[in-house]
């Protein structure tokens, strides 16, 4: 146990580090990558339609892999090349190191290609006395540095102008001493081109091949690769058998998509479509003065290596399958808010980097590759919308996680057990299963409060917290109200009140004959209580009986521990306890987005599907449900307007914004009169547990005082999911949830009267 | 603005959206007519120059162009002329087909490409692009770069046009429809 919560501070330390040392370059970069990206895909007509048909022709080709990798074998043995399947990294590096042998070079050039990291290629060529030369600039920059990438497409993003020009000048001592972007790029660039000149082998990657032509994509912009091809009478193309999509004509979704979702570009500079051997002549600086030979086209040699190494093995397995689908555009962390804040040396394993990594690292290099840095997805599920292939990112960082907390043999605590009833086995960590039973703790805190949250709050306990739990003891605890959501409504009277104070809410011309059941998360029910008052009694002006029934919590908390059994089965009681209001055709309105995305998302994949699709169908988020009443006329007259000028600054929840829910409560907001700013952040860095583990407190705050600050001067602070209220209210006035604003005959956040 | 227009996407709308998302990436384009090709090409480069065969009657590469370059006369050359074999209208931009002329060394090794393009063969969108040259890929091996914009890089810090490839690319746009008067807008800035 200490040796966790050891690791658990050179993990903090590692990413204080970080922070100070590379997070500056990277937040700069993958923001503006991020940003870049909105715009660009802005632009397209048709952008969801764009991501169904890339999507659904990478569902295709990875179906019928083996008879496309026939297909582009035979199509490029037919042309003079070979092609050959290496199981494993040693496999493709011998081959590799074979061919070099053949060809007597001492010297290969290669354009940028993460695969070839992945079986460490250089180092293997190197100890055959094979120079392999990175000629991508940042690559090559990475290489004199001797560090890894950061990130997929831009790799030496975490370094700085300053700090390239010190390490050039360092290690190559100039006549002149480099200072500005150009010229580095000038010096790069004579120095790479010698490089070029004098190699016999280029080596370069493929972002796809296509199988009826045998054609490579390659999706550059500095040309280097299309030297390294045109310069040398050797091409050697490395990919993973994924790669492969059935025709040319299918690359049409993944060229439109690939720049723009990465870098925010519409297109880069170069999309080298090349069907080899090519037929061009090689230009041979071997003889400077030679014109040359247009018949040289003739002795061009290829080969293509297509890598297993592990991926024929992920195609079986149902949960990692679909990260074949990924085309590696990098979106996926450049949108991720953790990812912005500390690079892929902190979120990324031996060769992958952002939230997809982990389905790579566990596919490639083995699950504890990934383990190292699976925590950093806090399942926040904003890069769901960017990936161009749709895949669902955060649940294969959840299914990671099951698994490698099932891999561990497991330290069998009775005490935590006893505490927390959970399904899932010993070797999930005491952090991870005090968060994943945060019901038992709030059931237990609301029991005992205000003695519960005196006790919480003490220096002894405190620090055995952050020992035993690694729950960081800066980080304020959620302090637990006596009375419940539960409670009150029943005290007051239950749904036979409800209805009579509906009855006197269809005032309006349009009267609803709806009935909503509202959901009691738990931080509604036992912490943030009034934002529950406040919802039940806006739906009751609005004409709309509430009731309350016990329902258990979600199972959002033992999931994002990646404890899957244990969230199944509360996702089955949810359904038991939701079946017969279903039946009876009542709505089911959430305030936790959190929660109603467990509804409408993951509990596709934890119930069957009838009932996870009944249950999808049937709930709301507040606020959406309160938009769809003014909608159907019901009048607005009766929600609170501003007091003084209206000006409010709301943050929407991560999840909530993916589900495509933000807009709702804004509309809302401005027909109430308010005038609306909506923060950037893609994520307020709390993310339910996140914030609260030692290990990440710090990274967690950095990401809070950036959203606090975009929304520092513009009004009111209004979040709608709890972490964002925890976050923004440890970093300044607490913010309260829209309901409270708009909720008849209010004080904001005050007691409701009744 | 772009790929939204592909409805509209005919004829002469096409070719206009071409030239603003040329322009918009970085690349002049010069909309000329048959007559004037040849003057305008040569006007656009500067010497020395490298050029590979242009396939259209009448119009022809600077007299002063080497045609079969050594690799040194690449690396010294200033301007590099080959002909396009089409364009995609969304994206502004020209696509370069290998050859055993050297087309693809000549773009590329070069300080600035001049691609000489058939107002023909622009189509308005990359589904177009793919689907016209599709046969070309399978049945005659045919190796093609989209270029869009000169070569460029952002890992030195910050974004600086002219990595390995090119640092400024012209187009000259032969246009039998072109407006003469009001065609020419001159090269790259440089
Ligand atoms: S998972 Fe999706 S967003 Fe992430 S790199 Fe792969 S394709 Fe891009």
């Known amino acids: ?754 | 603005m772009h790929a939204d227009q592909t409805a509209e996407a005919e004829g002469g709308s096409a070719i206009e959206r071409f030239c603003e998302r040329s322009r918009e990436v970085g690349v002049p384009v010069a909309r000329v007519s048959r007559e004037e090709a040849t003057d305008v090409i040569g006007e656009l480069a500067d010497p020395p120059v490298v050029a590979t065969p242009l396939p259209w009657e009448g119009i022809d590469s600077p007299e002063d162009a080497t045609t079969e370059p050594t690799p040194d006369d690449l690396e010294r050359a200033t301007t590099g002329v080959t002909p396009a074999v089409g364009a995609v209208a969304d994206y502004g931009s020209v696509l370069l087909r290998s050859d055993r002329a050297g087309s693809e060394p000549t773009s590329l090794f070069v300080d600035r490409h001049i691609a000489v393009l058939d107002a023909a063969d622009v189509v308005p969108d990359m589904g177009t692009a793919l689907a016209d040259h599709g046969d070309a890929f399978r049945e005659e091996s045919a190796s093609i770069v989209v270029a869009t914009g000169p070569s460029a890089t952002a890992d030195m810090g910050e974004l600086v046009v002219g990595a390995h490839g090119p640092r400024g690319v012209d187009v000259v746009l032969i246009d039998d429809d072109a407006d003469v008067g009001e065609t020419i807008d001159g090269g790259s800035d440089e």
Request: hydrophobic fraction near 35%.
């Open chain 1, 1 to 754: 146990m200490s040796s966790r919560s050891e690791s658990r501070r050179v993990k903090a330390a590692k990413i204080r580090a970080l922070m100070e040392s590379e997070g500056d370059a990277v937040r700069a970069n993958t923001e503006g990558f991020n940003q870049g990206r909105y715009e660009s895909v802005a632009r397209l007509e048709d952008y969801e339609g764009l991501k169904d048909e890339a999507r659904a022709i990478k569902e295709e080709a990875i179906e019928r892999l083996p008879e496309l990798i026939d297909a582009v074998r035979e199509t490029i043995e037919a042309r003079g090349g070979t092609v050959y399947i290496a199981e494993d990294a040693a496999d493709a590096n011998r081959y590799i190191a074979e061919l070099c042998a053949e060809q007597e070079t001492e010297t290969v050039v290669k354009s940028k290609s993460m695969t070839t990291e992945e079986i460490d290629v250089n180092d293997h060529l190197a100890e055959q006395g094979v120079n392999a030369v990175e000629t991508d600039l940042g690559e090559w920059v990475l290489q004199v540095a001797d560090e890894a990438p950061s990130h997929l497409v831009a790799p030496a993003l975490h370094k700085s102008k300053e700090g390239i020009a010190e390490l050039f000048n360092g290690v190559f001592d100039p006549d002149e001493s480099l200072e500005t972007a150009q010229e580095l790029t000038a010096f790069a660039r004579d120095r790479l081109g010698e490089e070029i000149a004098d190699a016999d082998v280029g080596m370069t990657g493929a972002n796809f091949i296509t199988a009826d032509s045998g054609t490579l994509a390659l999706v550059t912009s500095e040309g280097n690769a299309r030297k390294c091809v045109a310069a040398t009478d050797t091409h050697v193309a490395v990919a993973g058998v994924e790669k492969i999509v059935p025709s040319v004509e299918d690359l049409q979704p993944f060229v439109e998509l690939i720049g723009r979702s990465g870098t925010g570009q519409d297109l880069t500079s170069y999309v080298s479509l090349l069907t080899p051997p090519v037929e061009s002549p090689v230009v041979d600086h071997a003889s400077p003065e030679e014109p040359i030979d247009s018949e040289s086209a003739d002795d061009r040699e290829f080969h293509l290596v297509l890598i297993d190494n592990g991926r024929m093995a992920m195609r079986e397995d149902p949960e990692l399958k679909e990260t074949l689908y990924c085309i590696r555009c990098s979106a996926c962390a450049n949108t991720c808010a953790n990812f912005q804040h500390v690079g892929g040396h902190a979120f990324g394993g031996e060769t992958y980097t952002g939230g997809i990594a982990t389905g790579w690292e566990a596919g490639v290099h083995g699950q504890e590759s990934a383990a190292e840095f699976n925590d950093l997805c806090t399942g926040c599920s904003r890069c769901v919308e960017a990936c161009p292939v749709k895949i669902d990112i955060p649940w294969i960082n959840t299914v990671v996680r099951d698994r490698i907390n099932r891999g561990d043999d497991g330290e069998f605590d009775w005490l935590v057990e006893g505490l927390t009833p959970d399904a899932d086995p010993g070797g999930v960590s005491l952090q991870k299963r005090l968060f994943g039973n945060f019901e038992t703790l709030a059931r237990l805190g609301s029991a005992t409060a205000p003695v519960s949250n005196w006790l919480a709050g003490l220096g002894p306990t405190r620090e055995a917290m952050e020992r035993l739990f690694g729950v960081d003891s800066r980080r304020e605890l959620p302090a637990f109200r006596r009375e419940t959501l539960v409670d009150w409504f029943e005290k007051r009277g239950g749904v036979a009140t409800s209805e009579k104070r509906a009855q006197r809410g269809k005032s309006g011309e349009v009267e609803s004959t709806r009935e909503v059941v509202l959901y009691p998360d738990l931080y509604t029910n036992h912490v943030l209580v009034d934002r529950g008052k406040a919802a039940v009694r806006t739906l009751e002006a609005l004409g709309v009986p509430v009731r309350i029934p016990e329902i258990p919590s979600s199972g959002r908390a033992p999931l994002s521990q990646g404890m899957i059994a244990t969230a199944r089965e509360k996702a089955e009681a949810v359904a038991d306890a939701l079946a017969p209001h279903l039946i009876e055709e009542r709505d089911v309105v959430i305030i936790e987005p959190s929660d109603l995305a467990m509804f409408r998302g993951e509990y596709e994949k934890l119930l069957p599907e009838r009932t996870a699709d009944a249950i999808s169908a049937g709930s709301y988020e507040l606020l959406e449900y309160v938009y769809g009443l003014l909608e159907e006329g019901v009048d607005a007259g009766v929600l609170s307007g501003p007091r003084g000028d209206g000006d409010v600054a709301y943050h929407s929840h991560c999840q909530q914004r993916t589900m495509g829910l933000e807009a709702h409560t804004v509309a809302v907001l401005d027909r109430a009169g308010y005038d609306v700013t909506t923060s950037e952040a893609e994520c307020c860095g709390m993310a339910g547990s996140f914030g609260y583990k030692s290990q990440y407190y710090e990274l967690a705050v950095d990401i809070g005082e950036e959203l606090s600050g975009q929304l520092e001067g513009s009004g009111r602070v209004l979040t709608s999911g709890t972490s964002c209220t925890e976050q923004l209210g440890s970093l300044g006035d607490e913010p309260v949830h829209p309901i409270e604003l708009l909720a008849p005959g209010r004080p904001a956040g005050g007691d409701d009267g009744s």
